[in-house]
C-alpha cells in the first residue's frame, strides 16, 4: 500500500486529481473514489475545485449522503484543506483542467497526486508539463506529493494507447495500472450514478476501477 508520510502519522490522506488538460477522467475517478472510501466506512469528503462544478454535481446526485465542498481559490485551498484533514479521514480533491494558482495550490498541500492521461500525444504533452508543475513542488517540499499517472481511455488494440503506455514507462513518476475506454464511465456520469450501480453494463468498468483504486491505495485503507 502506498502511504504519504502524513498518512503514516495521522491515517489520513489529501488526493488530488490533477492535470494541465480536461477531458481525460479526472471528475470520474474523484467521484468514483469518494464514493468508494464512503462505501468502505471512511470519513471522507470530495472538494471540487474546477470551476465548472461537475464533480459536486455528480456526487451530489449519485451520493447525496456524501459531503462536497467547493474551495475555487488558492487561498480557499491553502487555508481550508489543512484544518479539513483533521476533521476527515481522507479527502479527495478535483482539480482544475490547465496548472492554474489553484492547481499549484493544491499541490503544495496534498498528499498524493493522481494524472489521468488519455491516449493520445496531446494528453501525453499535458502530462508532462504537469510533471514538470509537480516537481517543483516537491522540491518545495521536499518530497511531496507522491505523484502517479493514470493512463484512462485505454484501448489496447490501438497504437496510440502502446504508444501511451511505453512512453509513460519513461516519465519520473510511477505508473499505475490504467482504465480502459468504457462507455459505463460516460453513462454513470450521464445518469448521475457509479459505474457499480448500473448492474451487468457496469461490471467490467466496476471491476477496473476497484482494481485500479486497490492498486493505489491498498486493501485497507
Same mark, same amino acid.
Given at each position: 500500500m502506498l502511504v504519504s508520510q502524513h498518512g503514516e502519522k495521522e491515517g489520513r490522506v489529501i488526493v488530488a486529481m490533477t492535470n494541465s488538460k480536461g477531458g481525460v477522467g479526472k471528475t470520474t475517478m474523484a467521484?468514483?473514489?469518494?464514493a468508494w472510501w464512503h462505501q468502505r466506512g471512511k470519513q471522507v469528503v470530495l472538494v471540487d475545485s474546477d470551476t465548472q462544478g461537475s464533480s459536486s454535481n455528480w456526487l451530489r446526485e449519485a451520493a447525496p449522503e456524501i459531503p462536497v465542498l467547493r474551495l475555487q481559490?488558492?487561498?480557499?485551498?491553502?487555508?481550508?484543506?489543512?484544518?479539513?484533514?483533521?476533521e476527515y479521514e481522507h479527502l479527495v480533491v478535483d482539480g482544475p483542467a490547465g496548472l492554474s494558482e489553484v492547481t499549484r495550490a493544491i499541490l503544495l498541500v496534498t498528499d498524493r497526486a493522481l /494524472?489521468? %492521461?488519455?491516449p493520445s500525444v496531446l494528453d501525453l504533452r499535458a502530462a508532462q508539463e504537469a510533471i514538470r508543475v509537480l516537481q517543483q513542488a516537491q522540491k518545495i517540499r521536499q518530497?511531496?506529493?507522491?505523484?502517479?499517472?493514470?493512463?484512462?481511455?485505454? &484501448? /489496447? &488494440?490501438? @497504437?496510440l494507447s502502446r504508444e501511451l503506455l511505453e512512453a509513460s514507462a519513461t516519465l519520473p513518476?510511477?505508473?499505475? =495500472? =490504467? /482504465? %480502459?475506454?468504457?462507455q459505463a464511465f460516460a453513462d454513470a456520469? =450521464? &445518469?448521475?450514478t457509479l459505474v457499480w450501480e448500473l448492474g451487468p453494463r457496469g461490471q467490467t468498468?466496476?471491476?477496473?476501477? @476497484? =482494481?485500479?483504486f486497490h492498486g493505489l491505495f491498498g486493501r485497507d485503507s
Open positions: 467521484v468514483h473514489l469518494t481559490s488558492p487561498d480557499e485551498i491553502l487555508d481550508e484543506l489543512p484544518g479539513l484533514r483533521r /494524472l489521468p %492521461c488519455g518530497g511531496l506529493p507522491w505523484a502517479a499517472l493514470v493512463p484512462n481511455k485505454l &484501448q /489496447l &488494440q490501438y @497504437r513518476v510511477t505508473v499505475s =495500472g =490504467g /482504465l %480502459c475506454l468504457r456520469a =450521464g &445518469q448521475g468498468a466496476t471491476r477496473e476501477i @476497484r =482494481g485500479l
